[in-house]
């Protein structure tokens, strides 16, 4: 068994020549030039899209700071409008309560009921009995009068006067009563 051609001269350069410098040679230490080239780009590669995420991270944080101070502008905002609202609901009520205070305690009672003639025998605390007031005035007061059920009867009291709801003309009025038994 004998071999002919490049293997059996031990040259596997494939030249044909004794010399050893084949296609291996070519392949060897004088190509490390262009894995070198490859590795160095790759790694340019890797950095350069590091940097990008990067990049992008800082743009979201930057995105995410600015929605955060978009909204808390936001929530600053409307927690003004809400209490300007409730402010200017507050003095609302107050004119109301001061309108049917001036009008009960002038000379005519605004238009208010009250039966006439028992002022002595009626008086409960600056509250004649019998007084009649609106729903809008009862609503409007200072202090709501607390409901209080008297054998099954609902008065409401605000502190030493007592009224019992009744209907007038198609609407709730509240009446000044003795307090219950």
Do not use: C, K, L
């Amino acid at each position: 068994m004998s071999r002919s051609g490049a293997a059996s001269s031990g040259n596997f350069g494939g030249g044909g020549g004794g010399g050893g410098g084949g296609r291996f040679a070519e392949s060897g230490a004088a190509s490390s030039g262009n894995w070198q080239a490859n590795r160095s780009s790759m790694q340019e590669s890797r950095q350069a899209s590091s940097q990008q995420r990067q990049a992008g991270r800082a743009e979201t944080q930057e995105s995410r700071q600015a929605s955060g101070q978009q909204r808390q502008e936001s929530r600053q905002a409307s927690g003004q409008q809400r209490q300007e609202s409730r402010q200017s609901t507050a003095q609302e009520m107050q004119e109301n309560r001061q309108d049917w205070a001036d009008d009960y305690h002038g000379h005519g009672y605004g238009g208010y009921y009250h039966s006439g003639g028992a002022y002595a025998a009626g008086a409960v605390a600056g509250m004649v009995v019998g007084a009649t007031i609106t729903a809008a005035a009862f609503s409007a007061m200072a202090v709501p009068p607390a409901p209080v059920v008297v054998s099954g009867v609902t008065y409401y009291q605000s502190g030493s006067t007592w009224y019992q709801p009744v209907y007038q003309g198609g609407q709730v009025t509240y009446v000044v009563v003795n307090p219950p038994q």
